[in-house]
């Protein structure tokens, strides 16, 4: 048994290992900075969980420290590691340590990592399977957590490509989802995006499975010197089940999970049963709840084509219904990259409120690259008559507005990878 810290427990990544830590034996600590209830959560679970990040938190017993990807060298909590000569571990360097020991089946992708996983996880649990899984969500059926501990030799894991986390994953098979450049603070380029999935496909093994749409050419291009089996993905839509949820990004996750089932000569039907009962995920198009008549939903969509998936499928849901789409831009310099992108992704929704910018790992520079009025001039060249886009200044007074304009029968989507769905929360309150 170790002691282990956790430096920014509180992320969705770091609070799932610090559970699959306490329920294999070790003790464990941890620190965030701004109070949340998946800490309350940890606490519950018998994780001490420190709200104020400070070198006296690390316990001298302590014999590895875990650290967040958002978190510098320079962090006084490192410093004290560093100090004490505990060993420390980025979080995907430990979940890559953990992967040496099974068999594991990594998720990655631009798109659809989270609802893949999740499918993949209750149907391999349907299947008897028994799998641990790691992923960015949490889980209705799993009780609301990001992590489930199983017993067989099986992993399943999200595999982030920022900053190439995933290249310290050891996978034996890998699911492909849809694939575009993203994360361009760290990537640069496309090219060097679709070089980081290249490096990664290349850590599979001579028998390693590679499942994926090899119909489209980034995929093509990526799994190029791949020579290990190859799943194509396309020859499954026909075997998707009718699904709870509508949009064409559920049937294709769907049938990724089919092409996994066949790699893996699992139970197709059992897989199929599974998925026609799947009803999303937390922050993944989830139903908060009812006001006064008014629907509100909230999903983590935050790249342009997220947004475009997810404002089609709520279209095909509430065809004659008025919808408004609350978007908190995911980082400056994602916006400012993807602007014209984003410009045009919200035709077909009466109403959208910009409340803010959510700011991470942005530079003074991203800052004065882009804002939410620059935005929102953008997306208003993109709408059509009887479609508006205002900036709202605030979660508190988007909340206000929405409290005196929505009416009985209207949607309200709150939409990014930041707290707005606190909006919705609010409204609902």
Same mark, same amino acid.
Request: one cysteine or more; charged letters at 25%; aromatic letters at 10%.
């Given at each position: 048994?170790?002691?282990?810290?956790?430096c920014?427990?509180g @992320?969705?990544?770091? #609070?799932?290992?610090?559970?699959?830590?306490?329920?294999?034996?070790? #003790?464990?600590?941890?620190? %965030?900075?701004?109070?949340?209830?998946?800490?309350? *959560?940890l606490?519950?679970?018998?994780?001490?969980?420190?709200?104020?990040?400070?070198p *006296?938190?690390?316990?001298?017993?302590?014999?590895?420290?875990?650290?967040?990807?958002?978190?510098?060298?320079?962090?006084?909590?490192?410093?004290?590691?560093?100090?004490?000569?505990?060993?420390?571990?980025?979080?995907?360097?430990?979940?890559?340590e953990?992967?040496?020991?099974?068999?594991?089946?990594c998720?990655?992708?631009?798109?659809?990592?989270?609802g893949?996983?999740?499918?993949?996880?209750?149907?391999?649990?349907?299947?008897?399977v028994?799998?641990?899984?790691?992923?960015?969500?949490?889980?209705?059926?799993?009780?609301?957590?990001?992590?489930?501990? @199983?017993? #067989?030799?099986?992993?399943?894991?999200?595999?982030?490509?920022?900053?190439?986390?995933?290249?310290y994953?050891?996978?034996?098979?890998?699911? +492909?989802?849809?694939?575009?450049?993203?994360?361009?603070d760290?990537?640069?380029?496309?090219e060097k995006y679709?070089?980081?999935f290249?490096?990664?496909?290349a850590?599979?093994?001579?028998?390693?499975?590679?499942v994926?749409?090899?119909?489209?050419?980034?995929?093509?291009?990526?799994a190029?010197?791949?020579?290990?089996?190859?799943?194509?993905?396309?020859?499954?839509?026909a075997?998707?089940?009718?699904?709870?949820?509508?949009?064409?990004?559920?049937?294709?996750?769907?049938?990724?999970?089919?092409? +996994?089932?066949?790699?893996?000569e699992?139970?197709?039907?059992?897989?199929?049963?599974?998925l026609?009962?799947?009803?999303?995920?937390?922050?993944?198009?989830e139903?908060?709840?009812?006001?006064?008549?008014?629907?509100?939903?909230?999903?983590?969509?935050?790249?342009?084509t997220?947004?475009q998936?997810?404002?089609?499928?709520l279209?095909?849901?509430?065809?004659?219904?008025?919808?408004?789409?609350?978007?908190?831009p995911?980082?400056?310099?994602?916006?400012? %990259?993807? !602007?014209?992108?984003?410009?045009? #992704?919200f035709?077909?929704?009466?109403?959208? +409120?910009?409340?803010?910018?959510?700011r991470?790992?942005d530079?003074?520079? %991203? +800052?004065e690259?882009?804002?939410?009025?620059?935005?929102?001039?953008?997306?208003?060249?993109?709408?059509a008559s009887?479609?508006?886009v205002?900036?709202?200044?605030?979660?508190?007074?988007?909340?206000? !507005?929405?409290?005196?304009?929505?009416?009985?029968?209207?949607?309200?989507?709150?939409?990014?990878?930041?707290?707005?769905?606190?909006? @919705? *929360? @609010?409204?609902?309150?």
């Amino acid at each position: 048994m170790t002691n282990i810290f956790f430096c920014g427990i509180g @992320g969705i990544g770091m #609070s799932a290992l610090a559970r699959y830590a306490a329920q294999t034996g070790h #003790s464990v600590w941890g620190s %965030d900075s701004t109070a949340s209830l998946l800490l309350q *959560e940890l606490e519950s679970e018998g994780i001490k969980v420190f709200l104020t990040q400070r070198p *006296e938190n690390i316990p001298e017993n302590c014999t590895e420290f875990i650290y967040s990807e958002a978190i510098p060298e320079d962090h006084p909590e490192r410093l004290r590691a560093r100090e004490l000569g505990i060993p420390q571990k980025s979080y995907f360097e430990k979940l890559g340590e953990i992967s040496q020991d099974f068999f594991t089946i990594c998720i990655a992708g631009t798109h659809g990592k989270s609802g893949t996983t999740v499918m993949t996880g209750l149907a391999l649990e349907a299947q008897g399977v028994d799998p641990t899984v790691f992923v960015g969500t949490k889980v209705f059926e799993w009780g609301k957590k990001n992590m489930r501990r @199983g017993k #067989s030799n099986i992993l399943l894991v999200e595999a982030c490509e920022y900053c190439e986390s995933f290249l310290y994953l050891e996978p034996d098979v890998i699911v +492909l989802t849809s694939i575009e450049p993203d994360h361009l603070d760290y990537y640069q380029t496309s090219e060097k995006y679709f070089t980081g999935f290249q490096k990664f496909v290349a850590k599979l093994p001579a028998e390693g499975m590679l499942v994926a749409d090899f119909d489209l050419p980034e995929v093509q291009n990526i799994a190029a010197k791949f020579t290990g089996k190859k799943v194509t993905t396309g020859e499954f839509l026909a075997q998707v089940p009718g699904l709870l949820l509508p949009g064409e990004h559920y049937r294709q996750n769907a049938a990724r999970v089919l092409a +996994l089932f066949s790699a893996l000569e699992l139970n197709l039907e059992i897989a199929q049963k599974s998925l026609a009962k799947y009803r999303g995920a937390w922050r993944r198009f989830e139903m908060k709840g009812e006001k006064n008549g008014i629907t509100v939903i909230d999903d983590y969509g935050h790249h342009p084509t997220e947004i475009q998936a997810t404002l089609k499928t709520l279209c095909e849901l509430y065809p004659d219904r008025k919808k408004w789409v609350i978007f908190q831009p995911h980082q400056y310099s994602r916006t400012a %990259d993807f !602007l014209a992108e984003f410009a045009m #992704s919200f035709s077909g929704v009466q109403e959208i +409120l910009i409340p803010n910018i959510y700011r991470v790992r942005d530079t003074e520079a %991203d +800052l004065e690259r882009v804002s939410p009025e620059i935005l929102v001039q953008e997306i208003a060249k993109n709408l059509a008559s009887g479609e508006r886009v205002r900036y709202t200044d605030g979660f508190e007074k988007t909340v206000e !507005l929405l409290n005196a304009e929505a009416k009985s029968g209207d949607v309200i989507l709150t939409l990014g990878a930041g707290p707005v769905h606190e909006v @919705g *929360e @609010g409204f609902l309150t």
